[in-house]
């Protein structure tokens, strides 16, 4: 029997998914987050890249499912639940192979009878990643509302798409702070850069705005 979702855990979902996304481990945090609603066995958060489905968290499966890449072809679920525009429950005797058989915590071999689920997360029409859900109990997510796991559908995607650009500034201002650290290296205050065409002028800009404080001296 599957939790019943009020709309207080809706709004409490709502508040904490826009809280998670500047955090240091965002992406756990959502998928935390979204166990709170939707108890579960196992879940997993995939970013889409190219026709590939990358792991950016997960709870119930294997350490190792994080360094796995999951062609969207070669996995039936996997390809259903990004091809549909809505959240997919599969009956819990579908002969669909389980993309995780073999990894849920637990449970050797191929997974039994159980309960799958799964959410396609999308921003502005485009598919970004997914949300799966595993219950060892058959049914265990019959009872949820489709318009409950649409609006939670909705409030995932947005707050995975602010999070993964949240984590390309990041990356970007990590790689301009280690091109200022090589600068530095290279004894900027000794090297006067010399030039006063326009994009040498951008460069001196540059290391203005950028570089520690001692640089600037």
């Known amino acids: 029997m599957s939790k019943s979702i009020s709309t207080d855990d809706l709004i409490k979902l709502a508040l904490d998914l826009s809280a998670s996304i500047t955090?240091?481990?965002r992406f756990l945090e959502l998928l935390q987050h979204a166990v709170q609603v939707i108890p579960c066995d196992?879940?997993?958060?995939?970013?889409?890249?190219?026709?590939v489905l990358i792991p950016l968290a997960l709870r119930g499966l294997a350490p190792d499912t994080m360094g796995r890449r999951f062609s969207i072809a070669d996995h039936p679920r996997l390809d259903a639940i990004c091809r549909s525009p809505v959240p997919i429950r599969f009956p819990s005797e579908s002969?669909?192979?389980?993309?995780y058989d073999g990894l849920v915590?637990?449970?050797?071999?191929?997974?039994p009878v159980h309960a799958c689920m799964g959410l396609p997360l999308t921003f502005e029409n485009r598919l970004i990643g997914v949300l799966t859900f595993d219950a060892?109990?058959?049914g265990s997510f019959d009872n949820i509302p489709e318009n409950t796991l649409q609006l939670i559908s909705s409030l995932a995607s947005t707050s995975l798409y602010t999070a993964l650009n949240i984590e390309q500034l990041e990356n970007s201002a990590r790689q301009s702070q280690q091109m200022v650290r090589e600068?530095?290296?290279h004894s900027v205050n000794?090297?006067?850069i010399i030039g006063s065409s326009e994009p040498v002028m951008g460069l001196k800009s540059e290391i203005t705005n950028v570089a520690p404080p001692i640089l600037r001296c």
Not at 42 to 51: D, H, N, S, T, Y
């Open 95 to 99: 002969p669909l192979p389980d993309p």
């Open 42 to 51: 196992a879940v997993a958060l995939l970013k889409k890249q190219g026709e």
């Open 190 to 192: 000794d090297t006067e």
């Open 105 to 111: 915590e637990g449970s050797k071999g191929d997974l």
């Open 136 to 138: 060892l109990i058959p």
């Open 183 to 185: 600068l530095s290296q």
């Open 23 to 25: 955090h240091e481990n």
